[in-house]
């Protein structure tokens, strides 16, 4: 039986957990982190902060803020506690604690747990190499109107593919409001929209002279990246201390 611990679990992703975690046979929640321990009825114990947990666990998973993330990476540090990370809108230096963290304890560091999304990267990657440099690029996403980060973590990873693929040579402009100049050949334009009650949508849009490629992704439901956190939570307790992906978790056996 595989014990989690949920942060972020009073959250919409951290409900959706919960009750796949306590419908699967092999998995259940032994604690939740969330701000508020008296919002809902939980059948466990919910801690204010990652300080306060005093119950052991196989593994975290967290869908939580970035407010979060210091104190459950020193959690998990301190108790030696594999960690699925999907909080998106992360610092720079939050990501590099990851990474570090990532040298002593398996971290599964992820902005997008879709399989979709991350087929997507890969199909993002070729064309872009195809395409060499002849194209303009531009990211657009679209996300419900709770989401708090912009652009998505998941147009982060898009952009950051391409810019891989390109030497890291390319800029990212995100929206076009108050320009007065034309578009600049090294950029990746990022666009955000945000309504009613999209799941997220990431559309990649490559434009050259008279003609067009656009490789798109649809999330038709939020449970999708609560199945592919818990496929990425059993993965990780069974590796050795390393910063994991999807990739990794769709490569294993
Ligand atoms: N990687 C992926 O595939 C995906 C990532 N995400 C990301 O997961 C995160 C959560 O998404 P979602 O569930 O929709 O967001 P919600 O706002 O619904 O849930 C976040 C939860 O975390 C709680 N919280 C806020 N601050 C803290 C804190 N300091 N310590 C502990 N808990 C805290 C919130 O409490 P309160 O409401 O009181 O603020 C809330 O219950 C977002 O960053 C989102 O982008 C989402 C979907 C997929
Ligand atoms: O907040 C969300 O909902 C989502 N956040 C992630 C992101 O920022 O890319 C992943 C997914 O698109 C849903």
């Known amino acids: 039986m595989l ?28 604690f939740g982190i969330d701000l508020d321990p008296t919002r809902f009825e939980n059948e466990y114990p919910v801690f204010k ?7 052991p666990c196989d593994v975290v998973i967290d869908f939580s803020k970035p407010e979060n993330i210091d104190a459950l990476i020193d959690y ?19 990501e590099s604690k990851i990474v570090e963290a990532s040298h002593q304890i398996p971290i599964f560091r992820s902005g997008n747990t879709s399989l ?3 087929v997507l990267l890969d199909l993002v990657k070729t064309a872009t190499r195809l ?16 989401k708090v980060d ?17 030497h890291n040579s390319m800029e990212y402009h995100y929206g076009r409001q108050g320009n007065h ?39 038709l439901s939020k449970k999708i990246f609560a199945q592919q956190a818990i496929r990425a939570a059993e993965f990780v307790t069974q590796r050795e201390p390393k910063l994991y992906n999807m990739h990794d978790v769709m490569n294993a056996n």
């Open 181 to 219: 100049t034309k578009r600049e050949e090294k950029e990746i334009g990022i666009h955000s929209v945000r309504g009613g009650t999209i799941p997220g949508e990431h559309t990649v849009i490559f434009a050259g002279p008279d003609e067009m490629i656009e490789i798109k992704h649809t999330a």
């Open 3 to 30: 014990k989690v611990g949920l942060s972020g679990c009073n959250g919409t992703m951290g409900r959706i957990l919960n009750e796949l975690l306590q419908e699967d046979q092999h998995t259940t929640v032994v």
């Open 49 to 55: 902060t990652p300080k306060e947990v005093t119950v």
């Open 150 to 166: 912009a652009p998505s973590g998941t147009a982060f990873m898009i952009a950051s593919s391409i810019n891989e693929e390109l």
């Open 116 to 118: 979709g999304v991350n």
């Open 131 to 146: 395409l060499n440099d002849q194209f303009d690029i531009e990211v657009i996403e679209k996300h419900h109107n709770k």
């Open 76 to 94: 998990c540090l301190l108790n030696r506690v594999p960690a699925v990370i999907a909080t998106t809108g992360l610092t720079e230096e939050q």
